[in-house]
């Protein structure tokens, strides 16, 4: 109610309210922040709206994974090094907000030396992008459901993803290669296949169930996250 609202506690209330809109209209919500952070009114207002996502990854994770795809690549558009005051000005908020992501959810993981994010979707596909030139690299496509949970091998050259509702992990080749270097936005060959993964690991869960290869769990520990610099 207005009347409760004082300088005191108007802050409170603000981030009350964040939190209801966000809640009850999530996708119209999600579509406004995308917008606002890709054609912002002005430098300010960037700022302000990536602290807002920043404050709902700490609050209400929930609320955005189904939108997740698509806000971690308005927040890596923000990153562009072309313009290097817009950049620097978003710099910390945007490496919170994806670090936050990273922590949170098992669908994107981040590697630290090669600047590589990797984003699953329920669509069963992976986003590579690169945060040093803040764009988005390839797309892998595979999977047909949504991707669980996503991990790069500590040299970066390989990305484990893992869909439970397939019951499929798969290996892919993600290190810079040839191909990559004389076709900008196509993934690294993978083996004898050029789309298909480089190896596949089908499981079954269950007490009586099938695990993924051993070879495998080096890569699918959770453990030590790739933390972002």
């Known amino acids: 109610r207005k009347e409760t ?7 409170a209330h603000a981030r009350l ?34 602290q807002i996502i920043a404050f ?3 609050k209400r994770p929930l609320v955005l994974q189904p939108n997740l795809p698509r806000l971690t690549e308005a927040v890596v558009k923000s990153l562009d090094p072309n313009s290097t005051a817009n950049r620097n000005a978003v710099l910390d908020t ?9 922590k949170t959810f ?8 090669t600047q590589r994010l990797a984003v699953g979707t329920y669509e069963g596909t992976v986003t590579m992008y690169d945060l040093k030139t803040a764009i988005r690299l390839y797309v892998l496509e595979s999977q047909k459901k949504p ?40 993934p690294p060959r993978q083996g004898y296949g050029r789309s298909e993964p480089f190896k596949t690991f ?5 007490s009586d169930g099938k695990h993924p290869s051993s070879e ?14």
């Not at 964040?18 to 912002?40: E, R, Y």
């Open 147 to 186: 991707i669980t949970a996503c991990s790069f091998s500590p040299d970066g050259r390989r990305l484990v993803t893992v869909s439970l509702e397939e019951s499929v992990a798969l290996v892919w080749k993600v290190g810079s290669s040839i191909v990559s270097f004389f076709n900008p936005g196509a």
């Open 5 to 11: 609202i004082n300088v005191q506690n108007v802050a």
């Open 106 to 113: 098992p669908s994107v993981d981040f590697h630290m030396v």
């Open 56 to 58: 709902l990854i700490r």
């Open 17 to 50: 309210a964040v939190l209801s809109i966000a809640t009850n209209n999530t996708p119209l919500f999600m579509t406004t922040l995308c917008l606002d952070i890709l054609s912002p009114q002005s430098l300010d207002h960037r700022k302000s709206v990536m």
């Open 94 to 102: 945007a490496t919170e907000i994806i670090s936050y992501v990273v």
């Open 202 to 206: 089908p499981f079954r869960l269950g």
């Open 216 to 229: 495998l769990y080096p890569l699918l520990m959770r453990n030590n996250r790739h933390e972002l610099s």
